[in-house]
């Protein structure tokens, strides 16, 4: 089969398609041909060497869907042809609060969806959404599930509470606008992009500050009758996430999901005990996570925000696209 090997640190420009051997099932795995797949920000960190525990070669990616092309010993329930969406969350483990010792994420260390196959866990395997096209459906798994969990599961979203999300051009971030939506909750936005704001708005976001234009925390307490948002949803960290401390009201809480900035250069502290905060560390999800998440989307439910498709071929360019943050949504890949 074809796939995007990883072979050593570098812009991802220089990625390249080649002919690797097809993967075989195992004991309890299926062998996924793969229609779609979704970038995420982990791919464009592991290229670039900002990621724990890298190894060479590694097929990247952790969004896809397809057809069960195989099935290994011991799989019941599932049939080749089925069309199957993938659970990137490996061995999660029982507790749903938190992953077991043995949780990995498809696409380092296992090999991923940049690929014309993947082999993965029978139980990571759902059937496909309907009403969305392949793209649209590889879009959700990592970035869907993950800002579901931050918004629902973390975050405990109530109708009619203010959240923020921050930097709303990011995949995570949409999702995160969507599902809070859904929740009834009332929706402000921040992002480097006008057009990004305004884009936001037409997916229900009741305001949107630009962080490069204006001083967003003002303008999120003077959306919210000076008290500031409920709830934020950060992705961002670094001085994002202390400013995020100053904006929230009194009692309000955060929810952190990601670090793009790097580390937080300063937290005031005495923010955090004088206003009664709470801070929700949150990681991909498990697999009620999943579970949840889909059940919002496809048929006459929401479609998540595809920025961009690019052929297989084309996957560094792609994540040359990412790294400009120049995308709304998610990019996706399309898959002979
Ligand atoms: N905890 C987990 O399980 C988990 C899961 C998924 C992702 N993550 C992490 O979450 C982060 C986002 O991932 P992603 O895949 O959604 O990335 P992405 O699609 O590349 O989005 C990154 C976004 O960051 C925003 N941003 C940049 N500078 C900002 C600033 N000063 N203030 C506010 N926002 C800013 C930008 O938003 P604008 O373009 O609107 O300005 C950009 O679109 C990454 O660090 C990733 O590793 C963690």
Same mark, same amino acid.
């Given at each position: 089969m074809k796939a995007i090997v990883l072979r050593t640190i570098g812009e991802p420009e220089t990625l390249r398609l080649e002919d690797v051997p097809d993967p075989v099932p195992t004991a309890g795995q299926v062998v996924v041909r793969l229609r779609a797949a979704a970038l995420n920000h982990r791919d464009l960190f592991i290229c670039r060497g900002q990621y724990a525990g890298i190894r060479f070669p590694t097929i990247l990616g952790s969004d896809g869907v397809g057809e069960i092309a195989g099935v290994g010993p011991g799989v019941t329930g599932v049939r080749p042809g089925d069309a199957v969406i993938i659970n990137?969350?490996?061995?999660? =483990?029982?507790?749903l609060r938190i992953e077991g010792s043995e949780f990995r994420i498809l696409g380092l260390p296992d090999n991923g969806t940049f690929a014309e196959m993947v082999a993965v866990p029978a139980e990571n395997v759902s059937p496909c959404p309907q009403g969305l096209s392949a793209e649209e459906a590889a879009a959700l798994p990592l970035a869907g599930m993950t800002a579901y969990r931050a918004v629902?599961?973390?975050?405990r979203v109530q109708r009619g509470e203010t959240v923020l999300v921050t930097g709303i051009g990011g995949g995570v971030a949409t999702f995160a606008l969507l599902i809070a939506r859904h929740a009834g909750a009332r929706v402000l936005v921040t992002s480097g992009s006008d057009a990004k704001l305004e884009r936001a708005r037409a997916l229900g976001a009741e305001g949107g500050f630009n962080y490069q234009t204006s001083d967003w925390v003002k303008a999120a307490k003077a959306a919210t009758g000076g008290a500031g948002p409920d709830l934020i949803i950060d992705?961002?960290? =670094?001085?994002v996430f202390d400013q995020a401390m100053d904006a929230l009201r009194p009692g309000g809480r955060v929810v952190t999901y990601g670090g793009t900035l790097g580390p937080?250069?300063?937290?005031?502290v005495r923010r955090v005990f004088w206003k009664q905060l709470d801070i929700h560390g949150t990681k991909m999800g498990s697999p009620e996570d999943f579970r949840g998440m889909l059940a919002l989307f496809g048929e006459k439910g929401l479609r998540p925000v595809v920025d961009r498709v690019f052929p297989l071929a084309e996957a560094g360019q792609a994540l040359a696209h990412m790294a400009q943050r120049s995308q709304f949504g998610k990019i996706a890949l399309r898959i002979a």
């Open positions: 990137p969350s490996l061995d999660w =483990g029982d507790d629902a599961t973390r975050g992705g961002a960290g =670094g001085a937080v250069p300063e937290l005031v």
